[in-house]
């Protein structure tokens, strides 16, 4: 008896909070705004060691569905020791609206630095950040812009990871669906705590507002995350972009090394966000984790397989159901080991988080 109260206890707790982050996704899901204005942009852009991936980064640029006349591009190169600097100036020498600068006077440490220094040379109010290893889709311009003039403070949309051939590079791809599915929700929430700087925006009157970054120097990490808990702090209107056609794409890690550098630094930001975001994620992994782990005590009690199995179901679905929303595509057979692995890494990530201080390349 005492054991089917636990088993139920536990199928209680994990749906309760499950339907709540769903209906939380819905809602966000559902809120469109339109505009037929295309107001003034500056797209702010920090680069560090990306000559592989600049050239990629201008022919998405070429396709992107906006008047170039309402836009300036600012790539500022973070002290490159490669040819990033160079061959953003060969891509730029014919274009009126870029401009490129050195950050050698930087503010603040890492990545805050370069967009703090691009944004103050920007001259718009609208400001658009996206990271030089990405591609933005055509309408990702129109539809940042048009919730911009809906009103919304800060905006951040979808920034799918392309699932590559690796399985570290799978579940790279899967983690992003997760976490901006999750993301999303707290949205709807109104417990919004993580944003992608990979499709990030926001007003500059309401960036200075919230002293830009410097209020967010507790770690080199953050330039996204943190400086949408000081958005919060300050009640500022958080909106979301989800069209399919204004996602950022950027490649996945291609090594066990390179995701682990990676999460570590986006997990040490974590430790730095308000309490209510902490205890939103805390019961959120550890109702999924106990439910998952509850496979373990099957041989006490067969009971356990009930948490479990409704817990893989809903997981399931929500993949089945919302991943080409968020620019995914899984096979039918890969869902469930890469759900199981995926939270088996969140342990794994947590820790590796507590050792060693994060980079910014």
């Known amino acids: 008896m005492e054991i089917q109260i636990i088993v139920y206890s536990l199928i209680f707790l994990f749906l309760l909070i499950a339907v709540s982050v769903y209906k939380g996704y819905l809602y966000q899901v559902r809120q469109k705004s339109f505009s037929l204005n295309k107001p003034e942009l500056s797209i702010v852009i920090a680069a ?4 592989e991936n600049i050239n990629s980064l201008f022919e998405s640029f070429e396709k992107i569905n906006y008047p ?3 836009y300036e591009v600012i790539i500022v190169d973070d002290n490159s020791t490669d ?15 870029y401009k490129l600068f050195k950050a050698d006077k930087k503010k603040f440490e890492g990545k805050k630095g370069a967009l703090q220094s691009g944004i103050e040379n920007s001259k718009y109010n609208l400001i658009v950040i996206t990271d030089a290893d990405c591609r933005p889709d055509t309408d ?7 919730k911009l003039d809906a009103g919304f403070d800060f905006v951040f949309g979808a920034a799918p990871i392309i699932s590559g051939n690796l399985f570290i590079q799978k579940l790279a791809a899967f983690e992003n669906f997760r976490n901006t599915y999750l993301s999303i929700s707290a949205v709807g929430l109104n417990i919004p705590y993580s944003a992608s700087a990979r499709s990030f925006a926001f007003r500059k009157n309401s960036f200075n507002r ?7 120097t507790e770690t080199i990490s953050g330039d996204d995350d943190l400086l949408l808990r000081e958005a919060i702090k300050n009640k500022l209107l958080i909106g979301t972009v989800i069209e399919p056609e204004a996602f950022v794409y950027s490649d996945p890690p291609d090594s066990l090394k390179g995701y682990l550098k990676q999460k570590k630094r986006h997990l040490k930001t974590s430790f730095y966000y308000l309490p209510k975001q902490k205890i939103f994620l805390g019961l959120w992994h550890t109702v999924n984790l106990s439910v998952l782990f509850s496979a373990a005590l099957i041989p006490v009690s067969l009971n356990f397989i009930f948490p479990f199995a409704v817990k893989l179901i809903y997981d399931f679905y929500v993949v089945i159901k919302h991943q080409q929303e968020l620019g995914h595509r899984f096979g039918f057979w890969q869902i469930i080991p890469l759900q199981i692995t995926f939270e088996i890494f969140l342990i794994i990530n947590f820790f590796n988080s507590l050792l060693g201080k994060p980079e910014w390349k």
């Open 210 to 216: 919230i002293g830009g970054y410097s209020n967010t």
């Open 68 to 70: 170039v006349e309402k």
């Open 140 to 146: 990702w311009l129109t539809e940042i812009a048009g």
């Open 83 to 97: 040819k990033t600097y160079e061959l953003i100036k060969e891509n730029i020498r014919s274009k009126t609206n």
């Open 48 to 51: 560090k060691n990306e000559e």
